[in-house]
């Protein structure tokens, strides 16, 4: 209020504010000669020094957090140095014509250097926290709360980053949705090894073939050939690197999408290589489970980076909802197969009625 009023009328201000000591300490410093017309480089220096506390009152707190200190060795005091006498002090030795050329500068330095205590953070929407809380933010929430930015650049980069959020998350949202019809299709398969394996003849012939004039797996027989054949072609027919690519270019910023590695992305390459015309029921079994295991891997980091970057607040119940539980499959044919058998024979004990067992009382007859 009394910057204002010296800016706007600095007669009234002057009669009802006699000078102080420490006002012509700073006129001094500054060199001005009449307060009543004050140069237009040292206006920035008068209004700064104006809205700044009073020496007594920085001198009371240091004197009191020092009382602490001597009181409690693990206490540490929070010093303040920005009274009145304390910024003539620095003016004094401050070049005053180099200073007056970088007013702006050199004010708001001052200004956060002795307002944000040690170890907090002034972010550029002006709340005050600490550096550890700031460290933990989320990495594209710290890009509109970075202290270097001014309030119009924090409310601009709010909105830009708050629009690309939604956008990933729509984005997300599409690459977990078809990464789960790829599981379930997986599954399927996993699920009975033992038909699996005897889909192999003798020679180790799969009696499901890639053709590679229809571009799709056919079946010589039907039966569980032909629901193979089908699970096959429509894991093939997932056209996961063109998902991907869609993806990225539907979010040219990056943000979570972007950060899917292209090993992710290079492992849904060349599908015919990985469920072709396989030499055994065990490298086609090993390549599913490896395919089946990288889907979780993807649809993990789809969650990972997304969190990173805007924070566990915003993975709400829409994206939580396209979760899903991943398996744990035996590594090789013959393993999975083993287990299943083991798995079905104890079904079958359990199905089978328990006998029942009477317990005989002896009964004694009174003579």
Do not use: C
Not at 135 to 144: I, M, N, Q, S
Not at 171 to 196: C, F, H, T
Not at 273 to 298: P, Q, R
């Amino acid at each position: 209020m009394k910057a204002a009023e010296l800016a706007i009328k600095p007669d009234k201000y002057f009669a009802n504010n006699k000078i102080t000591e420490e006002e012509r300490m700073l006129y001094q410093s500054l060199g001005i000669k009449d307060r009543f017309n004050i140069p237009q480089d040292k206006a920035g220096m008068v209004t700064y020094f104006n809205q700044l506390p009073d020496q007594k009152d920085v001198d009371t707190h240091n004197a009191e957090e020092n009382r602490k200190a001597q009181n409690d060795p693990l206490y540490k005091p929070n010093y303040l140095n920005n009274g009145k006498l304390d910024f003539i002090k620095r003016l004094q030795k401050t070049n005053n014509a180099d200073m007056s050329n970088n007013i702006n500068t050199s004010v708001n330095s001052q200004l956060e250097q002795q307002v944000v205590p040690k170890g907090m953070v002034k972010m550029a929407n002006n709340k005050v926290i600490s550096q550890e809380e700031y460290d933990a933010l989320p990495y594209r929430e710290k890009e509109y709360l970075d202290p270097d930015l001014d309030i119009g650049s924090f409310r601009k980069n709010k909105a830009l980053i708050q629009k690309e959020r939604r956008d990933d998350k729509k984005m997300i949202g599409y690459g977990m949705s078809g990464n789960r019809d790829v599981k379930q299709n997986i599954e399927k398969i996993l699920d009975d090894p033992k038909a699996l394996n005897e889909l192999f003849t003798q020679t180790g012939r799969m009696r499901v073939r890639f053709n590679d004039a229809t571009n799709s797996f056919i079946a010589e027989g039907g039966g569980p050939a032909a629901d193979v054949a089908r699970y096959l072609n429509s894991l093939k027919a997932k056209q996961f690197t063109q998902q991907i690519q869609f993806m990225r270019q539907n979010n040219p910023t990056g943000g979570a999408v972007g950060n899917v590695s292209d090993r992710e992305v290079s492992m849904f390459q060349n599908m015919q290589e990985y469920l072709g015309d396989m030499g055994s029921g065990e490298k086609l079994y090993e390549a599913l489970v490896d395919l089946y295991n990288k889907t979780e891997v993807m649809n993990n980091e789809y969650k990972e980076f997304y969190i990173d970057d805007y924070g566990e607040k915003y993975w709400d119940e829409s994206l939580q909802n396209r979760e899903v539980k991943f398996k744990q499959y035996a590594p090789t044919l013959e393993q999975a197969v083993r287990k299943q058998k083991v798995n079905t024979s104890q079904k079958e004990i359990n199905k089978q009625p328990k006998e029942n067992v009477f317990e005989v009382i002896s009964v004694e007859e009174n003579d």
